[in-house]
């Protein structure tokens, strides 16, 4: 089964940057569309941006010109880069395959394979 483990959430100051990874195996990561997604407890999962395989991407309004999606494919791997972080920002941020390659998706029925999760607060 595709496994995927995400990294680099930590605590960080409202203004600062992170960048998460998402590291895929068991799979032909070269061929996945792959999205980011966040969730805070209590709250609805949240979609953060998508990057399809063929490198066309998508972000959520809420992010759009503070974070960027990317994907290195001889790493098998997803990143997200976070500038500008503010206190919403704070979440679990997880990682996932969409079921096809061929339309990005922006909910979470799209995705077939999630990670763990990895934590981001934003506070002062």
């Known amino acids: 089964q595709v496994q995927l483990v995400e990294s680099g959430g930590r605590s960080v100051q409202p203004g600062g940057s992170l960048r998460l990874s998402c590291t895929v195996s068991?799979?032909?990561?070269?061929?996945?569309?792959m999205g980011w997604f966040r969730q805070v407890p209590g709250k609805e999962r949240e979609f953060v941006g998508v990057?399809?395989?063929?490198?066309?991407?998508a972000l959520a309004e809420s992010v759009k010109g503070r974070f960027t999606i990317s994907r290195d494919n001889p790493k098998n791997t997803l990143y997200l880069e976070m500038n500008s972080l503010k206190p919403e920002d704070t979440a679990i941020y997880y990682c996932?395959?969409?079921?096809?390659?061929?339309?990005?998706?922006?909910?979470?029925?799209?995705?077939?394979?999630w990670g763990q999760g990895t934590q981001v607060t934003v506070s002062s």
């Open positions: 068991n799979g032909t990561f070269n061929d996945y569309t």
């Open positions: 996932a395959v969409q079921a096809t390659r061929y339309t990005l998706r922006s909910t979470e029925d799209g995705y077939a394979y």
């Open positions: 990057i399809g395989w063929n490198f066309y991407t």
